[in-house]
């Protein structure tokens, strides 16, 4: 899951978004995974942060959006 390519943040997130689409409250569940970013060192919180600035461009329900927006809030925007 933490390899230093990012490949395993990328598949959360697109099952995350895939998810969404049919079940809000599982993908919200599931985005917890990628919101521990800033708890990570640098060489791996950057693929995870990537990962979730993705997801947060896409659509999302209400339930995936608010964690995903809080996250990034709380993360700054120049971290």
Do not use: I, W
């Amino acid at each position: 899951f933490h390899q230093p390519d990012g490949e395993g943040y990328r598949l959360l997130a697109q099952e995350v978004a895939r998810c969404d689409s049919f079940n809000p409250q599982l993908a919200a569940r599931l985005v917890e995974g990628l919101l521990g970013f800033r708890r990570l060192v640098a060489p791996l919180a950057q693929p995870m942060r990537a990962a979730v600035e993705t997801l947060a461009a896409q659509p999302l329900s209400r339930d995936v959006r608010d964690k995903v927006d809080r996250a990034l809030a709380a993360a700054g925007a120049g971290n």
